[in-house]
């Protein structure tokens, strides 16, 4: 009991030695392989072993699900079956075997995988299948359809630039569990050995190679360099924060004087009278900023109160960027705050016009006070 717990103990060590390592990730259909094998296979106890050869030929489909662990299917087709007592129908195919294994690479599992299979591989294959022999015995049905177990030892070489292609050499055994009637059970009697040769190909990865391929990680360098420049840029996000805090009490403020703030007129020329406040616009922008809608309020209560006033709107954009740009920006501000006055407010369109006036930088000597939007009552 000890000495299996030790090798236990020894082949987890050494699966998680392959675990640690890391892998490109795989898809569902990446690592399949299909091959064809071929060999020879004999009655193991009370029989001549070479009198009683018996040829066969399979199809084996696969997929490596790690470079440790595999599963596949496989069927076997018998050409002949000398030593058996069941006497063989006339048909050129004796018996089959069907069989559903389990695969195990001893050498990535011990090894450790380099990211590449090695040339020469030893991999261990077993499971549990069904066999049928196509017998007139009359006697034993259960000699007809059996519970089968194969296990083997697969001497793999791979070949090829891209080591896509698999040539092996496998020895195996392979019991008939139930043939003594419903007992299941692992009898030498009724087991036959046999080798096969076989060629598996490894179809295409969505990594493009054929094989499990690993991850290229970056040194730890790197990686410091990556976390000091994060806490730097975390650094300037909390220093912005504390800005915005700040600008967000401004505005505030601002907000709070301009609702207390009632509407002057002043001239602008000596036949245009303009209503103040004015909305600022950030630049390149002709969205309304939340903390502006205090000044159109304004304007709109000032319309309410003299129904026959009418308000000329003047867009204005800053001199940074192209005329053309500015001109279009300068209309799109201007329209935006009728827009509001009329959707918002409910004052009516008849009432408001609009112009874009282009670039200035007339109108306030701060270049960003000139990103605005006037109001001229032209009733006065």
């Given at each position: 009991?000890?000495?299996?717990l ?16 890391t892998?490109t ?6 690592n ?8 020879m ?6 029989t ?16 490596n699900i ?6 596949a299917a ?21 018996g089959?075997?069907v ?13 450790g995988?380099?990211?590449q299979?090695r ?12 066999g ?9 049905p259960?000699r ?10 697969d ?10 292609w698999?040539?092996y ?9 139930n043939v003594d009637?419903?007992k299941t059970?692992f009898n ?17 990865n969505s990594?493009?190679t054929?094989n499990?391929a ?18 730097e ?6 220093s912005?924060?504390v800005?915005?805090a ?5 505005i ?8 207390n703030q ?5 001239n ?13 616009f950030?630049?390149?922008?002709s969205?309304?900023?939340a ?5 159109i ?10 129904k026959?006033a009418k308000?000329l ?10 005329m ?20 918002r407010y409910g ?18 000597d ?12 032209t009733?006065k």
């Amino acid at each position: 009991m000890k000495k299996q717990l030790l090798v236990l103990a020894v082949a987890t060590m050494a699966a998680q030695t392959m675990t640690a390592q890391t892998l490109t990730e795989s898809k569902l259909t990446d690592n399949w392989y299909i091959g064809i094998n071929g060999g020879m296979n004999a009655k193991t106890t009370h029989t001549s072993l070479f009198k009683n050869l018996n040829p066969s030929a399979g199809l084996r489909i696969g997929r490596n699900i790690t470079p440790v662990f595999g599963v596949a299917a496989e069927g076997e087709a018998y050409f002949n079956n000398r030593g058996s007592e069941a006497r063989p129908l006339g048909t050129f195919v004796k018996g089959i075997n069907v069989s559903l294994l389990g695969t195990t690479n001893f050498s990535n599992l011990f090894g450790g995988y380099t990211g590449q299979p090695r040339v020469f591989e030893v991999v261990g294959v077993y499971g549990i299948g069904w066999g049928h022999a196509f017998s007139t015995a009359s006697n034993t049905p259960q000699r007809q359809n059996v519970m089968t177990s194969k296990l083997g030892l697969d001497l793999t070489f791979n070949i090829g630039e891209a080591r896509a292609w698999q040539i092996y050499v496998e020895p195996n055994i392979t019991y008939g569990m139930n043939v003594d009637g419903d007992k299941t059970h692992f009898n030498s009697n009724n087991s036959a050995l046999g080798v096969l040769v076989g060629v598996n190909y490894k179809l295409g990865n969505s990594n493009g190679t054929h094989n499990f391929a690993l991850a290229e990680l970056r040194d730890q360098g790197e990686i410091d360099a990556l976390n000091d420049r994060i806490n730097e840029l975390r650094g300037d996000v909390e220093s912005r924060d504390v800005e915005i805090a700040a600008a967000a009490r401004t505005i505030g403020d601002l907000e709070t004087r301009l609702r207390n703030q009632k509407p002057v007129i002043v001239n602008e020329t000596k036949t245009t009278n303009v209503l103040q406040p004015s909305v600022i616009f950030r630049q390149g922008k002709s969205t309304i900023d939340a903390a502006q809608y205090a000044s159109i309020s304004m304007i709109a209560t000032y319309m309410k109160n003299h129904k026959d006033a009418k308000i000329l709107i003047k867009g204005y954009a800053s001199p940074e960027g192209s005329m053309e740009l500015n001109q279009r920006l300068s209309e799109a501000r201007a329209t935006a705050v009728k827009n509001a006055l009329v959707k918002r407010y409910g004052i009516p369109a008849s009432r408001l016009t609009t112009q874009g006036m282009g670039a200035t930088d007339k109108m306030f000597d701060e270049v960003d006070f000139n990103r605005v939007v006037v109001f001229i009552d032209t009733t006065k």
